[in-house]
């Protein structure tokens, strides 16, 4: 009986150096798996950040609009809405000022481009717009979903004054 090892599956393990090619492969497949997980991970994290900043931006943007209409119909003598437009006019005569709402002066980018304003009585209006996160002009479309701005603005001063804008 020989103590030395004859054959090479005889030989002790510690004499086995180096990986073989089989376990090499199993290696780089697993880690492959493993990594495209990781990426398309991160990719979602990215899609989903950018579609809330887009949201978030939506309802700011929106908000602001909102309440500049809210605030010009408080502050206004007289106005004039059609379908997709409103003009309100501060003061009276000559030295009146007007302001116009509409799609182009809306600095948030508009679901379908529109502002819907229609007569709540005599004295007031209902808007109606969905914003989408960025400005007006900006040339990507934004994934994220629209918020909704719905609202009425009444004038506060309930006299009659002529509108003399345009």
């Known amino acids: 009986m020989s103590l030395s090892p004859t054959t090479p599956w005889e030989r002790p393990l510690q004499q086995d150096k180096g990986l073989s090619l089989i376990e090499l492969i199993v290696t780089v497949v697993i880690l492959g ?8 991970m991160f990719s979602n994290i990215l899609t989903t950040q950018s579609n809330v900043t887009a949201q978030s931006d939506g309802m700011i943007r929106g908000q602001s609009f909102a309440s500049k209409i809210e605030k010009a119909m408080r502050d206004g003598s007289a106005f004039s809405a059609t379908a997709n437009s409103l003009i309100v006019q501060f003061g009276s005569g000559p030295s009146a000022t007007c302001k116009t709402f509409n799609a182009a002066t809306a600095k948030v980018r508009l679901e379908g481009g529109t502002i819907t304003f229609t007569s709540a009585g005599t004295n007031g209006i209902h808007y109606l717009f969905r914003a989408i996160g960025g400005e007006a002009a900006d040339p990507v479309p934004s994934t994220a979903s629209p918020v909704r701005f719905s609202g009425e603005a009444y004038l506060r001063n309930t006299t009659s004054v002529v509108l003399t804008c345009w």
């Open 33 to 40: 798996l493993i990594l495209s997980g990781i990426a398309i």
